[in-house]
């Protein structure tokens, strides 16, 4: 992408082209290739500078008040809100033995491999949230000048050589809805510890976070003031630090992800309130949070395969209720949610609350029968990028709703600019971690999708001839249950 180094410029027509790759034009371009999924990347690794031997552990008390709290009823930890709040959202979960990425987080990652990271800064403060230490790590880089910014914010931003270099470009589209599932997350458990939250307009000071960390491909950051909330003073962790990391190779040359950092400098924040992701009028007690965050998948497979697998089962009504209630919660961005006005909802029931089978448009609230007719899931399924077989499960033929977003790209970029596909990945990201929590509350899973043929689902689903399926969440029984190792506080 034309431009100098560090130059944020992209025009209109550039993004267009950027987003066809991304969606329709990624089998036609050769952009959806073979991935090898054993090439080393930095996932899971902390950054350079982050692994240090001083900061603040998180809370490793948390199991029994999530286990004692019905789901999505406030939580209340005196000792370290903050500390609670950043465990919760992002802590690690489980490890499934089996699975080939098998450490899974709170957070809905249809890949498991979990690009976004987090970072709270603030006055003399610069930590980095490491899952594995379970501690907010003091960066070891000299620091910069101090500034007159007294404020402690929340960075949230994405690192393209966590993902394969193969996906070369897609790691963009990736990587911004991973995004907006992070930002859900923490908007839903800072609510629920009550850490006042707001999004910032301005990145410089979460620019200047990321450069602390250390060399690496990194999106454009999400920055996150806490109104309220001071990050404890530092001291010894226990355990040895970890090695250094030898990033030479992850941090050379790379066109693609430079392309994906400059179309991702483009976005631009306009907060427009508190930071809240739960619905107003949200469900009933029902299982505590330890179970949500706990159940919370993206339908695991057996045998170390690809893919997800469900199995036929008739879904009631308050699943649906909660399903379109969680997915509809307003982002906190104006622009955000001006280009959720823009972006189309088809759903797919099958088996869902007496009602008939088939896609509905929904708006306002409301569903409106658009394509009736039974099997369109299994119509759907032949779509995906990887068929079944014996390496990858794929079970879309036994989804009981499926939740697709479709927009008109080019009318997105004329109107909103070069920022569109990033705002638009967002609220995606958003508004399916939403689906997955209110699925794991009812005992169903939801998987976050991109990896589909465009051209095979927008007939199916009656989509007008420049109206693209730019993301789906798949949400349905799950079929696979197996050994789960606790990683939980």
């Known amino acids: 992408m034309p431009g100098p180094a560090g130059d944020p410029a992209v025009s209109p027509a550039e993004a267009l082209a950027f987003s066809y790759r991304q969606g329709p034009g990624k089998r036609l371009l050769g952009e959806q290739r073979a991935i090898n999924d054993a090439a080393p990347t930095t996932a899971f690794q902390p950054p350079p500078d982050a692994r240090g031997g001083t900061g603040t552990p998180l809370p490793g008390d948390l199991h029994e008040l999530l286990a004692a709290t019905p789901f999505p009823a406030p939580l209340h930890h005196p000792a370290d809100p903050l500390g609670a709040a950043l465990a919760t959202a992002f802590g690690l979960q489980r490890r499934e033995p089996d699975h080939q990425f098998p450490d899974h987080r709170a957070t809905a990652s249809g890949r498991a491999r979990h690009p976004v990271h987090a970072l709270l800064g603030g006055p003399g403060v610069r930590r980095y949230l490491d899952p594995y ?3 907010l790590v003091d960066l070891t880089s000299p620091p910069p000048r101090r500034t007159a910014d007294d404020r402690t914010r929340l960075v949230l931003a994405a690192r393209y050589s966590d993902l394969p270099a193969g996906y070369g470009s897609l790691r963009f589209a990736v990587c911004e809805a991973e995004l907006g599932v992070n930002l859900r997350a923490w908007a839903v458990t800072a609510e629920a510890f009550g850490v006042p939250s707001r999004l910032e ?4 000071p979460a620019e200047q976070l990321l450069t602390d960390a250390g060399p690496g491909h990194w999106s454009a950051p999400l920055s996150v003031a806490l109104t309220a909330h001071r990050p404890a003073p530092a001291h010894p962790l226990p355990g040895t630090p970890p090695a250094p990391a030898d990033c030479a190779r992850f941090t050379a040359d790379d066109p693609d992800a430079e392309d994906c950092r400059a179309l991702s400098r483009c976005r631009t924040s306009s907060p427009a309130g508190p930071l809240t992701g739960t619905p107003a009028h ?4 029902g299982p505590s949070w330890a179970d949500v965050l706990w159940r919370r998948s993206a339908g695991r497979v057996p045998g170390r395969r690809y893919g997800f697998a469900l199995r036929p089962a008739p879904v009631a009504e308050p699943a649906l209720r ?6 509809a919660v307003p982002p906190p961005d104006t622009l955000l949610a ?12 099958q088996g869902v609350a007496g009602l008939p089978d088939g896609a509905y448009r929904l708006a306002g609230g409301r569903l409106t029968a658009h394509r009736p007719g039974p099997d369109l899931p299994a119509r759907l399924e032949p779509g995906f990028g990887r068929p079944d077989g014996p390496d990858t499960g794929i079970a879309l033929r036994h989804a009981s709703v499926l939740y697709v977003h479709s927009a008109e790209p080019a009318a997105l ?6 920022a569109a596909p990033a705002l638009t990945a967002q609220w995606c990201g958003w508004a399916a971690h939403g689906l997955c929590l209110a699925a794991a509350a009812h005992g169903l899973v939801a998987r976050p999708a991109r990896s589909y043929d465009e051209h095979h689902l927008q007939p199916l689903l009656g989509l007008d001839r420049k109206e693209v399926p730019v993301f789906m969440t798949v949400c349905g029984t799950p079929r696979y249950t197996g050994p789960l190792w606790d990683l939980r506080g």
């Open 133 to 135: 230490r379970r501690a």
């Open 201 to 204: 307009a301005g990145s410089a």
């Open 282 to 285: 949200a469900t009933a007690p």
């Open 322 to 327: 909660d399903l379109l209630a969680w997915a």
């Open 338 to 349: 001006a280009i959720a006005e823009r972006i189309r909802r088809t759903v797919v029931l």
């Open 413 to 418: 970029v004329e109107e909103f600019g070069p």
